[in-house]
T-cell receptor, first 113, second 111 residues
Framework: DAGVIQSPRHEVTEMGQEVTLRCKPI?????LFWYRQTMMRGLELLIY????????DSGMPEDRFSAKMPNASFSTLKIQPSEPRDSAVYFC???????????FGPGTRLTVT | GQQLNQSPQSMFIQEGEDVSMNCTSS?????WLWYKQDPGEGPVLLIA?????ELTSNGRLTAQFGITRKDSFLNISASIPSDVGIYFC???????????FGPGTRLSVLP
């Protein structure tokens, strides 16, 4: 079975540019999570969706970040405009329900110069 | 918010040795999950625990859900070089609303 799919795996962009990260959850999973990982802060939950509806976005750092889940098989995390401090690895994870174990994608390594 | 503590932060062991690490919380958790992350990859689920006192094994790995529901332990027996990585604990709090990760334990295995 295919796991969580993320694209791109690597993204290098200049400050001020828009960045869009993509995620395809495991088929049949109803919950989707976006995380950011840095050396300083570890794994941080940014937002999660349940049945395509955003439930908790309290971890989204600021208005430059937005996430959508237009259907059960696709989600995007957008940063506009990007800043160097956004450089991190962004993970998408999915689970059968919000209280079940989560399965992670391979991550997108974002570098903003 | 909820916080999980993991100890040790890092450890260096000889190949073949057994490893123990733990995760603690100041509040009650309903589930405990253990993940391993290799460099450049996403965390991979190793073991999930759902009941206080539960002891679960996955090959050379054994994890336990503490009786107080405020801690969990992961043991690795007869370590091998591919055990190198960062081990994260994670869990849902008593209300099932918050899912949090610990800061991780970095394991190095010396040949």
């Amino acid at each position: 079975d295919a796991g969580v799919i993320q694209s791109p795996r690597h993204e290098v962009t200049e400050m001020g540019q828009e960045v869009t990260l993509r995620c395809k959850p495991i088929s049949g999973h109803n919950s989707l999570f976006w995380y950011r990982q840095t050396m300083m802060r570890g794994l941080e939950l940014l937002i999660y969706f349940n049945n395509n509806v955003p439930i908790d976005d309290s971890g989204m750092p600021e208005d430059r970040f937005s996430a959508k889940m237009p259907n059960a098989s696709f989600s995007t995390l957008k940063i506009q405009p990007s800043e160097p401090r956004d450089s991190a690895v962004y993970f998408c994870a999915s689970s059968r329900t919000a209280t079940y174990e989560q399965y992670f994608g391979p991550g997108t390594r974002l570098t903003v110069t | 918010g909820q916080q999980l503590n993991q100890s040790p932060q890092s450890m260096f062991i000889q190949e073949g040795e057994d490893v123990s690490m733990n995760c603690t919380s100041s509040s009650i958790f309903n589930t405990w999950l253990w993940y391993k992350q290799d460099p450049g990859e996403g965390p991979v689920l190793l073991i999930a625990l759902y009941k206080a006192g539960e002891l679960t094994s996955n090959g050379r790995l054994t994890a336990q859900f503490g009786i107080t529901r405020k801690d969990s332990f992961l043991n690795i027996s007869a370590s091998i070089p591919s055990d190198v990585g960062i081990y994260f604990c994670a869990g849902h709090d008593n209300y099932g609303q918050n899912f949090v990760f610990g800061p991780g334990t970095r394991l190095s295995v010396l040949p």
